[in-house]
Each structure stands twice: as structure tokens, then as C-alpha cells.
């Protein structure tokens, strides 16, 4: 067994102290169980964005980048042309992998987008467009759509994945919300 750090004892001694000022109470097992997740879920090491999705920016970014307005960044992520992730703070984050060279967005980005629409967190889309796919040779979709593959290909992995999410009980995952962002 290893030994608790200073964090950990504070945190022990935190509880205890919560405890002394308080009337007896029955801890009871399922109170135990509660606690222990809370404590475990409290303290796992959480992922970053960027290690989800990829590097990100923030609107600052997207509008420095696209030269249109806040207000024309989010219609674009209202209509399904850009992809924004917003943070539990009420930050939006945005892939820079649909940021395109020339200072526009992936063309073909609001025909799989769309596929998600209401069926899914935009975190876990997000995530789907980061992650190789075996039915892309091993690609994952954003590299799909900038190489300019064939579109009915990675439109039908999108709608293949948005029908297999919107049965699935919502489990948004869970990030570090302090994300250090990297501008394209």
C-alpha cells in the first residue's frame, strides 16, 4: 500500500472535520458506496480536450482565422458547418483540423455533421471524427474528409454512428475543462 500525499491527508482530514461538526449520524453502506464514488470519480485523472479530439482553439481563434464574426461563427456551428465543443465553463473549443489552410472550413464538414444533429453530445462527435476507423482504412474521418475521399463512404460511418448513439443511454464523457488550447 502506498503512501496518502499531503493532498490526500488534506482531504481525509477535510472530511473529518465536516463529520465532527455534525450530529451522529449513521454512515450507512450505501452512503459509503455514494462517497467512495464521488471521491473516486473526484480524483481520477480526467483526459484533456485536445487528448479526445485533438488540438483545439477557442472563437477568438476561429474568428481571427475565417475573418467573419462571433455571430457568423456561431450560425456556422448552429447550421452544422463548423464543429464547437462547449466546455462545462460555457467555453466553446473548436477542432482545428476542420480549419483549412486557405482560411476556410472543411467543405464537406456539414454532410457528415449533420448526421448527428440531436442524436448525440458534440463532444462525442468530436471524438468519432478523431479516432481511426477500420472502415476508413484505419483513417480517422477528419483525414478522411482532408484528403478528399469519398464522401458516401465516411457519410455512411456518421449515420452508422449516430444510430448505434441515439440507443445508447447519453454518457457524456468527461474532460479536464481546464484545456490548454493551441491556435492553428
Same mark, same amino acid.
Given at each position: 500500500?502506498?503512501?496518502? /500525499? /499531503? ?32 471521491? $473516486?470519480?473526484?480524483? *481520477? ?32 456551428? $448552429?447550421?452544422? $458547418? ?48 478523431? *479516432? ?17 475521399? *469519398? ?24 474532460? *479536464? ?8
Amino acid at each position: 500500500m502506498r503512501r496518502l /500525499t /499531503t493532498s490526500e491527508l488534506d482531504l481525509l482530514d477535510a472530511i473529518k472535520r465536516q463529520l465532527a461538526t455534525r450530529p451522529s449520524s449513521v454512515v450507512t453502506p450505501e452512503i459509503l458506496d455514494q462517497a467512495s464514488h464521488l471521491v $473516486r470519480s473526484m480524483t *481520477d485523472p480526467r483526459p484533456q480536450l485536445s487528448e479526445l479530439v485533438g488540438p483545439v482553439c477557442t472563437t477568438a481563434d476561429v474568428v481571427d482565422w475565417l475573418g467573419i464574426s462571433r455571430q457568423g461563427i456561431n450560425k456556422a456551428v $448552429r447550421e452544422d $458547418r463548423i464543429l464547437a465543443i462547449q466546455s462545462p465553463s460555457t467555453t466553446w473549443f473548436y477542432p482545428t483540423w476542420q480549419l483549412m489552410d486557405d482560411h476556410s472550413v472543411v467543405p464537406t464538414l456539414s454532410s457528415v455533421l449533420g448526421r448527428f444533429t440531436g442524436r448525440m453530445d458534440r463532444l462525442v462527435a468530436a471524438q468519432w471524427f478523431h *479516432d481511426a476507423l477500420p472502415a476508413l482504412e484505419g483513417m480517422s474521418p477528419a483525414q478522411w474528409m482532408l484528403d478528399g475521399l *469519398d464522401l458516401h463512404t465516411v457519410v455512411g460511418e456518421a449515420e452508422s454512428f449516430a444510430r448505434s448513439q441515439s440507443r445508447r443511454p447519453s454518457d457524456q464523457p468527461l474532460y *479536464d475543462p481546464e484545456i490548454a488550447t493551441s491556435a492553428r
